[in-house]
């Protein structure tokens, strides 16, 4: 069946390091992917999306690109700041009107 | 611009009580879902509203109930609660549709603590 799997946490880097959090899915279909993102005490809220094969969504600084060959959709950033500290969860559609969430990043960025 | 409003924020039961999560959205949205976030599952949809008077389960339905009272009001409710309903639990809302473009609104979150 459809599923999201997702690099597990909890990830801890040094403020301007670069960073990687691995999401992969197996689909029947394909999929219109997104990367949400929760900080401290609040709910989740749309970080970036893309919903065709190599689209790139970016937003604040993040980036994910849709790679259809290898059904990923790896967020990263260049240069992490303290206040990207957040848990990040990918959550693809799989074309039921629903999202699926992965199991959530924490990441700690370090001044 | 208050968005996806829930309440109560944090409320502690005991075995058996029952209790009912409100969700407010002032976006005229049409779809409304109710999530469980627990440590290492990430979130999981117990229920979801695609429209006013319409209700289907999601992945984790037992034990609770919902009702979509108009448009705009989306609640929860736990008849007999049990430790496992332990969780943080999420209220989102979207446009008609607004699963397929990802963009799903949500609250601040309900933490319930069931002893």
């Known amino acids: 069946g459809d599923s999201v799997t997702q690099m597990e946490g909890p990830v801890t880097l040094s403020e301007e390091a670069f960073l990687t959090i691995n999401c992969t899915y197996t689909a029947t279909g394909y999929p219109s992917l997104f990367w949400y993102v929760q900080y401290p005490g609040e709910g989740l809220q749309l970080l970036l999306k893309?919903?065709?094969?190599?689209d790139k969504g970016s937003n604040k600084g993040f980036e994910a690109t849709y790679r259809k060959e290898t059904t990923s959709f790896h967020l990263e950033k260049g240069s992490v700041q303290v206040s990207d500290s957040a848990v990040y969860f990918c959550a693809p559609n799989f074309g039921n009107e629903k999202l699926t969430f992965g199991t959530g990043t924490r990441l700690t960025i370090i001044p | 611009n208050a968005g996806v409003t829930q309440t109560p924020k944090f409320q502690v039961l005991k075995t058996g009580q029952s209790m009912t999560l409100q969700c407010a959205q002032d976006m005229n949205h049409n779809s409304m879902y109710w999530y469980r976030q627990d440590p290492g599952m990430g979130l999981r949809l117990i229920y979801y509203?695609?429209?006013?008077?319409?209700?289907d389960k999601g992945e984790v339905p037992n034990g609770y109930n919902v009702s979509r009272l108009n448009k705009r009001e989306f609640s929860l409710r736990l008849e007999s609660a049990a430790p496992s309903q332990t969780s943080v639990y999420f209220c989102?809302?979207?446009?008609?549709?607004?699963?397929?473009?990802?963009?799903?609104?949500f609250g601040e979150g309900s933490r319930l603590t069931v002893l």
């Open positions: 509203s695609a429209s006013e008077g319409t209700t």
């Open positions: 893309a919903t065709k094969a190599d």
């Open positions: 989102a809302s979207s446009e008609l549709g607004g699963a397929d473009t990802g963009e799903l609104f």
